[in-house]
């Protein structure tokens, strides 16, 4: 059996700076290896607007040499590339926002996720008619 929890990649999270407990801390503390966090992240589009209540807010360009940009760089054509536990590990420390859109954290990307899905274009949510 599988079971899948969609969340938002910071409660996805295994850890975090700072010391706060995700939510994926205490799954990967019953489950170790039997569980996995994967994240999401966005090299361009909107964010936000969750209910209607915001407007959609500017994803920033992704900075060269960031977990974003790296994961598009020397691929084809697509809308979105996939980083495993070893693509993550490779990459060491980088510049990135899999956990929070409005602010770039230089992390090891490797000690939170176990992979992360990195989309060309983030669209906002929209409220449905």
Same mark, same amino acid.
Do not use: C
């Given at each position: 059996?599988?079971?899948?929890?969609?969340?938002?990649?910071?409660?996805?999270?295994?850890?975090?700076?700072?010391?706060?407990?995700?939510?994926?801390?205490?799954?990967?503390?019953?489950?170790?290896?039997?569980?996995?966090?994967?994240?999401?992240?966005?090299?361009?589009?909107?964010?936000?607007?969750?209910?209607?209540?915001?407007?959609?807010?500017?994803?920033?360009?992704?900075?060269?040499?960031?977990?974003?940009?790296?994961?598009?760089?020397?691929? @084809? $054509?697509?809308?979105? +590339?996939? &980083? =495993?536990? !070893?693509?993550? *590990?490779? %990459? @060491? $420390?980088?510049?990135? +926002?899999? &956990? =929070?859109? !409005?602010?770039? *954290?230089? %992390?090891?990307?490797?000690?939170?996720?176990?992979?992360?899905?990195?989309?060309?274009?983030?669209?906002?949510?929209?409220?449905?008619?």
């Amino acid at each position: 059996m599988r079971i899948v929890v969609w969340s938002a990649s910071v409660h996805a999270a295994k850890s975090l700076p700072g010391g706060t407990r995700p939510f994926g801390s205490y799954v990967h503390a019953e489950l170790g290896d039997r569980a996995a966090a994967i994240g999401f992240s966005a090299l361009s589009g909107h964010y936000g607007n969750v209910g209607g209540r915001r407007a959609p807010q500017p994803l920033a360009p992704a900075a060269p040499g960031s977990l974003e940009a790296r994961a598009f760089a020397g691929a @084809g $054509t697509g809308d979105l +590339r996939y &980083l =495993d536990h !070893a693509q993550l *590990q490779a %990459l @060491g $420390t980088v510049p990135g +926002r899999a &956990l =929070d859109y !409005a602010n770039t *954290q230089t %992390l090891d990307w490797s000690q939170l996720l176990d992979g992360v899905i990195v989309l060309r274009e983030e669209r906002a949510a929209q409220p449905a008619p």
